[in-house]
Every structure is written in structure tokens, then in C-alpha cells.
């Protein structure tokens, strides 16, 4: 489901006329997010199961160098134990070990992991080290996911400067 947020970036360019850090992080949001929206943080889980189902299939066989090995890959998929646990449980662990070494199977696992976890940050970054033809399936729901990432951050952002603010009116 697509959440428009035009209207109310435009209101808080208005609100925040004088303010400059404001109207700065407003201004930051991608232009695509004001014309079409952005998803919900629901959508895009949902959303992921889908992509997640596509990329399994050829995760096998990346780089999809030739129909035998894409076509064994997608038969071997079928076979191959997708409940394999996460390499990482929480998000600390992978932070600071991050994607070294994961092959794509691994990456979707884990990303699949953080997905159910609520915890959508690590899953694109995950999904970003995929290659070949899982990448090039992702690319759509990577571009979903960081319109709705960098609006969150805008909105956090905002936030915590609001509170700041407040905070520096009563003391």
C-alpha cells in the first residue's frame, strides 16, 4: 500500500519557513517519493516474500551462466533445505561481522531472518550484495525499500530535532 506524503512535506515546508535544518531534511526526500509514494513497512515485508521466492530459485546458480546450470539450479532449489538457520541472529552479530563470505543462498536466508524480525535496514543490505539474476530480481524491492528508508530517517531526523528543541525550551 502506497502512503502519500506530498501533502504533508509540503505543510512542513511551510510550518518550517525560518527553519533552515527543516526545510533542509525536507528538501533531501527523493523527488520519487513525493510523486508516487511510499510503501508501508507491511508492503514491503510482504512485497519480500514474493522477490524472496523468485531469487531462491536461482540464488543456486548466480551468475546464470547458461540455461543447463540456471535450469539444475531451479531443480536443485526445489530440493535444497530452504529452513537452514541464519548465519547471524541479531542484527549486533551481523553488524559486526556484516556479509563477508555469504554466498547469495546465505544472504537470503539472513535477509529473510531480519524480514521476520522486523528489521528491514539489515535485510537491504543483504539484498544488496546479492549478484546476477537474484540481484536483478531484487532491484525492484531494493528501490521500494530505500524510498521508505531514507523517508523514515528524514522523519526521525525531524524528530529527534523537535524534541531537542522542546527540551532546550523548558531548561
Not at 543456486?60 to 543447463?68: A, K, Q, V
Not at 563470505?101 to 535477509?111: I, P, R, T
Not at 531514507?150 to 522523519?155: G, I, T, Y
Amino acid at each position: 500500500m502506497l502512503t502519500n506524503i506530498r501533502e504533508p512535506i509540503e505543510k512542513g515546508l511551510v510550518i518550517a519557513e525560518q527553519d533552515n535544518f527543516v526545510r533542509t531534511v525536507l528538501a533531501a526526500i527523493p523527488e520519487q517519493a513525493l510523486e508516487q509514494g511510499v510503501y508501508t513497512s507491511d508492503s514491503i515485508e510482504k512485497r519480500f516474500e514474493s522477490v524472496y521466492e523468485k531469487c531462491k530459485s536461482l540464488a543456486l546458480n548466480p551468475c546464470s551462466d547458461g540455461i543447463f546450470k540456471s535450469a539444475l539450479s531451479k531443480v536443485y532449489s526445489k530440493v535444497f533445505i530452504w529452513s537452514l538457520p541464519p548465519k547471524y541472529n541479531t542484527v549486533g552479530e551481523f553488524m559486526e561481522h556484516g556479509t563477508a563470505g555469504m554466498n547469495d543462498s546465505e544472504l537470503l536466508v539472513q535477509a529473510h531472518h531480519f524480514i521476520h524480525q522486523k528489521c528491514l535496514e539489515p535485510a537491504v543490505l543483504c539484498m544488496l550484495e546479492l549478484c546476477g539474476m537474484p540481484r536483478t530480481l531484487a532491484e525492484g524491492w531494493l528501490e521500494e525499500a530505500r524510498l521508505l528508508l531514507e523517508v523514515r530517517q528524514a522523519s526521525l531526523t525531524l524528530t529527534s530535532y523537535a524534541q531537542t528543541r522542546l527540551l532546550g525550551s523548558i531548561f
